[in-house]
């Protein structure tokens, strides 16, 4: 089966307000991961990467962290947006591998 | 979607037939991807491409066929051997020396 799972499959959360997306992976040589956010009916959209040698990676109201000891990755949105409803995917990269695997998905949605 | 163009974006089919699903990019990136995606599902790979001329298996390969005859071009057969062919099919291209995937819009396949 798939080495890259998610806690969650949905999330909802209030217009402002901060959310959170859990992912957990099972491959200790994963070097690199990656969160794609995919819209209804469309191809996914790169949002944010972190290598293996990294703790956090912070982007534009999002960051990313990385807890390998546990082997969880999470994706943290500020103050959320009605634009940022869509299901989002993390995604590793087997070491040495080129290619990625992708987990279930979450799919945040926002109340106004 | 960056240069990636899919086609054609809807597609019915009968059982028993072959239908082919074109991928196009002009990013000039050497690998080129295909993964499928079912409802509430993540992506799961079908073929690879990392070279013109040259192809590896994914997860799921299995009533699949691909060709890689030309760099911007890697078309995807969904055979009659497949045995659950509707999905959503992407397309994606790795840039040379980068780990993240960029996808094309994808294109949706229902058999009848």
């Known amino acids: 089966g798939e080495s890259v799972g998610l806690h969650l499959p949905t999330l909802s959360v209030q217009e402002g307000d901060n959310s959170i997306i859990n992912c957990a992976y099972s491959n200790s040589a994963s070097d690199y991961f990656i969160w794609y956010k995919q819209e209804s009916g469309k191809g996914p959209q790169f949002i944010i990467d972190i290598r293996s040698n990294m703790d956090k990676r912070q982007g534009q109201r999002v960051t990313v962290l990385l807890n390998k000891t546990v082997k969880h990755l999470s994706l943290q949105i500020a103050a959320t947006q009605p634009g940022d409803s869509a299901v989002y995917f993390c995604?590793?990269?087997?070491?040495?591998?080129?290619?990625?695997?992708f987990g279930q998905g979450t799919r945040l949605t926002i109340n106004p | 979607d960056g240069g990636i163009t899919q086609s054609p974006k809807y597609l019915f089919r009968k059982e028993g037939q072959n239908v082919t699903l074109s991928c196009e990019q002009n990013?000039?990136?050497?690998?080129m991807y295909w993964y499928r995606q079912d409802p509430g599902q993540g992506l799961r790979l079908i073929y690879y491409?990392?070279?013109?001329?040259?192809?590896q298996k994914g997860d799921i390969a299995e009533g699949y066929s691909v060709s890689r005859e030309k760099k911007e071009s890697f078309p995807l057969t969904v055979t009659s051997a497949q045995k659950n062919p509707t999905a959503f099919y992407l397309c994606a291209v790795r840039g040379n020396g980068a780990n993240v995937l960029t996808f094309g819009a994808g294109s949706r396949l229902t058999v009848l």
């Open positions: 995604a590793e990269n087997l070491g040495g591998a080129q290619k990625l695997v």
């Open positions: 990013l000039n990136h050497d690998a």
């Open positions: 491409s990392q070279i013109v001329n040259d192809f």
